[in-house]
């Protein structure tokens, strides 16, 4: 069975900086799908970032950029510029790449990010 | 586009009863997945509904069961209801079942049992 693991259960960050979230996980599938999603307060998941595992290149979207190390099972998001806006739960998430009945997504236990004005 | 809603937003019951939990999915959504959330956890999933059969389960026991209506909205039924039961209730649709499909949230209903 899949797991992921996010060790740091909080972090804090100063606005204009830059943080990173550490994830890892463990599968022994080749093919699969990882995302970083957010949480704010009010409570609405919303996808960050996602990366297939099949590219080399690792996914960007604005400030959130991923460093995605599939031999050491590492994917960890980067956060530059932090804004205030940015404080939430982020959580580590897999999806095997068969979807279906073969599973869904699969969490980290989050990690709560502080951002200091 | 509507995105997805859950009814209620809270909810209070006591050990032992029944609940059911709603969701509406996104607009041209056929796929449906419910989440339990206990606090200051992840989401763990439950079961996934697509076209109106549940194609995939987690591991929750058989009183958790679900449904799935002909315009893809759906519902979470809990029965014999546990102290930890408590927790936030997640539901994310999209446009198919395949992992590329992303999956949107809702809400999430906030179910306390005493």
């Known amino acids: 069975a899949q797991t992921v693991t996010q060790s740091q259960p909080e972090m804090s960050v100063q606005e204009a900086e830059t943080v990173t979230l550490s994830c890892t996980y463990d599968?022994?599938?080749?093919?699969?799908?990882l995302f970083w999603y957010k949480q704010p307060p009010s409570r609405q998941m919303i996808l960050v970032i996602r990366q297939e595992a099949y590219k080399q290149q690792n996914a960007t979207e604005n400030r959130f950029s991923v460093n995605f190390q599939k031999a050491a099972k590492s994917f960890s998001l980067k956060i530059s510029d932090s804004q205030l806006g940015d404080a939430a739960m982020y959580f580590c998430a897999y999806r095997t790449y068969y979807g279906g009945s073969q599973g869904n997504l699969i969490f980290g236990k989050g990690t709560k990010l502080s951002v200091k004005p | 586009e509507t995105g997805v809603t859950q009814s209620p937003t809270h909810l209070i019951k006591t050990r032992g009863q029944q609940v059911t939990l709603r969701c509406s999915s996104q607009s041209g959504h056929n796929t449906v997945s419910w989440y339990q959330q206990a606090l200051g956890q992840g989401p763990q999933f439950i079961f996934q509904y697509y076209r109106e059969e549940e194609n995939g389960r987690g591991n929750f026991p058989p009183r958790f069961s679900g449904l799935q209506f002909p315009n893809y909205s759906s519902e979470l039924n809990v029965n014999a209801l546990e102290l930890d039961d408590s927790a936030l209730y997640l539901c994310?649709?999209?446009?198919?079942?395949?992992?590329?499909?992303?999956?949107?949230f809702g809400p999430g209903t906030r179910l306390t049992v005493l």
């Open positions: 994310a649709s999209s446009r198919g079942e395949r992992s590329y499909n992303e999956q949107f």
């Open positions: 599968t022994s599938e080749s093919d699969y799908y």
